[in-house]
């Protein structure tokens, strides 16, 4: 096995125990991948490789409720705050006082978070396709086609219905769900067949969607500001069906040292679609040091 093969472990922190994928030199700058609803940490496989071989340890973490990952029951337990301090923990767990975190969909969320409430750990932050938190609730109320886009995550609220109409005919809606929101050349038979696992293990649909029940029922604590001063680069696929792009733009106004890059011919699934200009993208962003920080 080379440094930069793929390596699991189980790691403790915040209370729970989290399945995580490592890979690259221990004694490199640690970067953190955060995956998305209905990920796993096999949404980040194609880019494991480009930040192994360029020297960083590579941590992807299962998220709580998902894969091999433990499972709370409550509701509570995916509190934003709750979700930060896991990788905060993570952090821990690898004696790295900073790390480089990269988040898409949910991921990216909880990667703005760990900028707001814990820039102290966060060197550089990339986020891809999820605006700023405060800036998502400020546009959906102000913009009907947001909105509209959105209704799923109230469908998610309702109690039980979704996670059986989501494991009916073997998890048929979530991969008509990715196959209609994304390229026809993003996700392969053999992609399907990992997630599909993932989505079957028990607990985790209901883990997964609680992520979006806690956003509505168990909100984080307000911040005392929700500027973020780390550096941000934010990746756009433009081509994104579920949110739409000004949301990339207004989040930079709440960023001190932002910057967004667009790809244009990308969805919401850019690290599937656009793997090597992804991965060039981040290794341009990562390699620009701490600033300070």
Same mark, same amino acid.
């Given at each position: 096995? &080379?440094?930069?093969?793929?390596?699991?472990?189980?790691?403790?922190?915040?209370?729970?125990?989290?399945?995580? =994928?490592?890979?690259? @030199?221990? #004694?490199?700058? +640690?970067?953190?991948?955060?995956?998305? %609803?209905?990920?796993?940490?096999?949404?980040?496989?194609?880019?494991?490789? !480009?930040?192994?071989?360029?020297?960083?340890?590579?941590?992807?973490?299962?998220?709580?409720? *998902?894969? +091999?990952?433990?499972?709370?029951?409550? $509701?509570? !337990?995916?509190?934003?705050? &709750?979700?930060?301090?896991?990788?905060?923990? +993570?952090?821990?767990?690898?004696? #790295?006082?900073?790390? *480089?975190? =990269?988040?898409?969909?949910?991921?990216?969320?909880?990667?703005?978070?760990?900028? /707001?409430?814990?820039?102290?750990?966060?060197?550089?932050?990339?986020?891809?396709?999820?605006?700023?938190? #405060?800036?998502?609730?400020?546009?959906?109320?102000?913009?009907?086609?947001?909105?509209?886009?959105?209704?799923?995550?109230? %469908?998610?609220?309702?109690?039980?219905?979704?996670? *059986?109409?989501?494991?009916?005919?073997?998890?048929?809606?979530?991969?008509?769900?990715?196959?209609?929101?994304?390229?026809?050349?993003?996700?392969?038979?053999?992609?399907?067949?990992?997630?599909?696992?993932?989505?079957?293990?028990?607990?985790?649909?209901?883990?997964? /969607?609680?992520? *979006?029940?806690?956003? %509505?029922?168990?909100?984080?604590?307000? #911040?005392?500001?929700?500027? =973020?001063?780390?550096?941000?680069? /934010?990746?756009?696929?433009?081509?994104?069906?579920?949110?739409?792009? @000004?949301?990339?733009?207004?989040?930079?106004?709440?960023?001190?040292?932002?910057?967004?890059?667009? $790809?244009?011919?990308?969805?919401?699934?850019?690290?599937?679609?656009?793997?090597?200009?992804?991965?060039?993208? +981040?290794?341009?962003?990562?390699?620009?040091?701490?600033?300070?920080?």
């Amino acid at each position: 096995m &080379t440094q930069t093969s793929p390596r699991s472990h189980r790691i403790e922190t915040n209370g729970i125990h989290l399945h995580t =994928v490592q890979a690259g @030199p221990e #004694a490199g700058p +640690l970067v953190i991948l955060l995956h998305g %609803f209905p990920e796993f940490w096999y949404g980040w496989r194609k880019q494991i490789p !480009a930040l192994a071989d360029a020297g960083y340890r590579v941590w992807i973490p299962d998220q709580r409720g *998902y894969n +091999l990952s433990d499972k709370p029951t409550a $509701i509570g !337990a995916y509190n934003l705050d &709750t979700l930060a301090l896991d990788i905060v923990g +993570l952090m821990d767990a690898a004696r #790295a006082e900073q790390a *480089y975190v =990269v988040g898409h969909d949910w991921g990216a969320a909880v990667a703005w978070w760990l900028g /707001i409430k814990h820039a102290h750990r966060i060197r550089r932050l990339a986020i891809l396709n999820v605006p700023h938190p #405060a800036v998502m609730r400020r546009y959906m109320r102000a913009h009907l086609s947001q909105l509209r886009k959105s209704w799923y995550m109230f %469908f998610f609220q309702i109690p039980r219905l979704p996670e *059986y109409l989501l494991r009916r005919r073997n998890h048929e809606a979530m991969v008509r769900m990715l196959r209609s929101t994304a390229r026809p050349d993003a996700f392969t038979e053999e992609d399907f067949r990992e997630y599909r696992q993932a989505w079957g293990r028990p607990g985790a649909l209901t883990g997964m /969607i609680h992520w *979006y029940r806690a956003m %509505f029922q168990r909100p984080p604590a307000p #911040a005392a500001s929700y500027r =973020v001063s780390v550096p941000v680069r /934010i990746i756009w696929g433009r081509q994104d069906p579920v949110l739409e792009w @000004p949301l990339a733009q207004l989040s930079l106004d709440l960023c001190d040292r932002g910057e967004v890059h667009w $790809i244009h011919g990308a969805t919401h699934w850019l690290q599937h679609e656009e793997a090597e200009e992804v991965n060039e993208k +981040l290794l341009e962003f990562l390699a620009g040091g701490d600033d300070g920080q």
